[in-house]
């Protein structure tokens, strides 16, 4: 079964949370920016992985991201947006039969996340969730990630592959 695990970053925390969520499903699967996650590899996907961090205790708008463009603030570094948000990715995502699974970087305190969000944008699209929503954690505003995440990512990876097994959907392997 292929799969691909996409993801909106603007730091690089989820993106290296993708990679190992990649990692831990198999060779079959690949992680991907909302920029290369097109229609042509959503159709042949029978797992879509999707994750995205939270800012301002939500998924990134729009605004949001204008903004810190605009206003860098304290940030290491520039945010990356030179891929779409993972909001513009889901209004777009082509109906589908595949499995799908969601999660987020945040701090550990967040009392609202973006996991959820995407979930139920994947579910819209005809992608019916296998398992929980997951949540990575970041030390600080821009990361780095906690200890122990990556690993725990590949271990989600591999738990979201075999469950998928256990129930697989009609779309060819
Ligand atoms: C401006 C800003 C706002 C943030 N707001 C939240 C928030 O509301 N809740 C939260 O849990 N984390 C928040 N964070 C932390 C990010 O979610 C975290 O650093 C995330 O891993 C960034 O992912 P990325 O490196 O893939 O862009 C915020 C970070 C920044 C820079």
Redesign the pocket.
């Known amino acids: 079964m292929k799969a691909i695990v996409v993801y909106e ?7 290296a949370v993708a990679k190992a969520i990649a990692e831990g499903i198999g060779p079959d699967a690949r992680a991907l920016s909302t920029a290369e996650a097109s229609p042509a590899a959503v159709a042949e996907a029978g797992l879509i992985v999707a994750g995205a ?5 939500s998924l990134p708008s729009e605004k949001v991201r204008q903004d ?1 463009r605009a206003n860098p603030g304290k ?1 290491p570094a520039p945010p990356d947006l030179s891929h779409p948000s993972m909001r513009s990715w889901l209004a777009g995502l082509p109906r589908g039969s595949g499995r799908s699974a969601a999660f987020e ?3 550990w305190w ?1 009392p609202r ?1 973006s996991a959820g969000q995407i979930i139920r944008g994947l579910k819209r699209a005809g992608y019916l969730p296998v398992g929980k929503v997951q949540r990575f954690i ?1 030390k600080g ?3 780095p990630l906690r200890e122990g995440e990556l690993e725990r990512a590949r271990l989600w990876g591999a738990g979201l592959s075999q469950a998928v097994k256990r129930q697989p959907t009609s779309r060819p392997e």
């Open positions: 970053s603007l730091w690089g925390n989820t993106a961090p939270v800012i301002a205790f810190l940030a970087t945040r701090i967040s996340g970041v505003a821009y990361g």
